[in-house]
């Protein structure tokens, strides 16, 4: 009892003489801690590193509280949707989404926005990380070939979104006018191995998904909030392919994920993966062991997880007729060593017919719009092809036709291809379910008939012909039509 | 310095424009007024427009040019501060070559508002006011209002998001109800009073100074696209000030309705 009673004396003299040793630790490297964030004092001038999607800027680290000069230029200009598709963006930067904005608590902002000549309208900028009235956006309305200042201090901590709110609001968030802003805590956010930007928005086209040329803004099909575009990073294919973004097993990945709309909020979700943290709303509160975090339009959230197995992970808005039919769909290409404890691939196949079964049909509009133009040479039906290809294909049999092991048969050098073109046309106009053999393997799965016109399938299966060391065969239009009519 | 400055306005604003030359005089069309609802009001607020009569197209860069070389002090080089901002005909190679990238016959633009009043007047003419042009401006190729066509406003639109057309030449768009071409299609317009409706800059206010025009934005209805074409035309205007030049931004002139036509060539099948 007594010598327990002197070890508890000498434990709280060892405990208090640590505290005084950490204080004064403290006291040393902290000279003084402030409770109000607009008392913070900045610390010299800096002109602030912007990058485009899905780059950001250098994390805050250690840094003190500075004047940081943002200088944002708007640009009018036309880009591609998706293949053979075009579309006039308004971009905060010449990107969509605009250019990523990082910053720290305390930091006086001196914002620049500059509207270019060229542009035909007056534009201004809402930073939600802004307290007060608009935003900024009653300060940086500005008219073609003019520039704004404004300043503001950055309050409070967390993921913010930018957008112009300007008349027509919904039209110039539409278009594709917004972005994110970062207001990093004091010492900055815990160090992880990658970070990339991801901003999903929705697009308004006269014509429906895939429709070829220059497709206007519909007003109508905004108000009625049906979009024919639901995309990362203001196009299809933004972050998948060759553009996909990395890391390697056993890193950390966190991704700043924005939502522009202007209508739909976004059920982010990373197919096979679990998020470990996510900041919700983008705020200080961490929930943990996250499937899928709802984005509200004008929103956005942190969220961090750990690879564990390498493999392509998908992105997408689990609201999912828009990942696979309007675009809400990017890649994670994760390389390094496989854990079968971690994840098995798959162990053994069996046998399983339940009743029922059949081929499933995509649905068919009546008068399916004929391609505006039809292909008329070898080398159109390649490039119309490919677009096709890349809408309708791609997503299973991927973008080299190497299909998916075990799951979707492979088209690149496919013997089963090669053998009967009328056969190649039928599967594409009916779908085709239950077991076949290509280049050796078994496959069993469905692929959904494709509510493709005569054009579009001629030149897809010329396309996927003419690729991948397949028989270079030419399919025609009156070819489809014959096993049309069958 | 600001003497300075008070003298050339009192040179501008007391030194007439004698000049009247053939040069740059166009054809006008007569626009028969009326009664119409602008944005901004509501039944009470109907404007009275009077007749008037409005230059066929926008004023062209030849057009101006010739202006320039009669009127020294609206060249490149000799244009006050005060009038013009920087860019001013920031797209000519000097003050009387207008290079080759310019477009002869296409809209000037670049100009101020002071620059723009100045040669209206120097033609014996004026700038239109807001009521005016909007009041000429509401008409298609059929009818003198079609702002309720969804066609008529989905062009408009349409032209908003086209890149450049300040490059193509005046009489490219369609000749509308009146016989007057380009009204929307091209550039956009000064008006004598382009800034007597304030739009904020923060367009989503609710009740204070700018109540009518808020009226306004409540009725932007599931189906009511006429408002938005003509919010980005007040949006506009709203963003501009007098000596601002800009890319897309030109103008053409007007005459009062009780003027004798026969001083202005007036466009024989205009009037109906």
Redesign the interface.
Known sequence: MKAHFVKNIGRILLMSGLLIFLSSCINQDKKREYTDAGEIPVNREMLAELTSPPHVPTPVGKRLAKKLIVKMEIR???GEMVNGVRY?YWTFGGTVPGSFIRTRVGDEVEFHLQNH??????H?IDLHAVNG??GG??????????EKVFSFKTLNPGLYVYHC?????G?HIG?GMYGLILVEPEGGLPPVDKEYYIMQGDFYTKGSYGERGLQ??D??KA??EKPDYVVFNGHVGAMTGDNAITAKVGETVRLFVGNGGPNLVSSFHVIGEIFDRVHIEGGDRINDNVQTTLIPAGGAAIVEFKVDVPGTFILVDHSIFRAFNKGALAQLKVEGEEDKKIYSGEIEEGIYLPEGGGVQSMPATKGVVEAEIPARSLEEQMKFGKATYMQTCFACHQSEGQGVANAFPPLAKSDYLNADVDRAIGIVLHGKTGEITVNGKKYNSVMTAQSLNDDEIANVLTYVYHSWGNSKKVVTPEMVKKVRNQ | MSIIIKRSLLLLLVLPCITLTAQGEQQMAKVKGGVYVPLYGNDITAVRVDDFYLDLYPVTNSDYLAFVKEHAEWKKSLVKGLFADG?YL?NWVSDTDLGEKVVPDAPVT?VSWFAAKSYCECQGKRLPTMDEWEFAAMADETAADARKKKDYN?YI??W?????TYKNPVGSTFKNYWGIYDLHGLV?EWTSDFNSVL???????GNDEDANLFCG?AA?G??D?MN?AA??R???R????AN??????GFRCAVDGNKKSNTYKVALDATK
């Open positions: 009018e200009m036309e006039i000549p060229d542009n035909k309208l007056p201004n009235p608009g956006a009653e300060s940086s309305f500005v008219a073609p070939g003019h709110a300007t008349a027509p609001v039209m278009n206007p803004f007003m109508q108000l009625d | 860019n920031r670049n989905k639109l349409g908003y998001e086209a890149p450049r956009w739009l904020s800059g923060e367009s989503r206010k934005a932007v599931a189906t696209l938005y919010f980005m007040y949006a506009f709203a963003s501009i000030k601002y030049n800009v890319q897309n931004l």
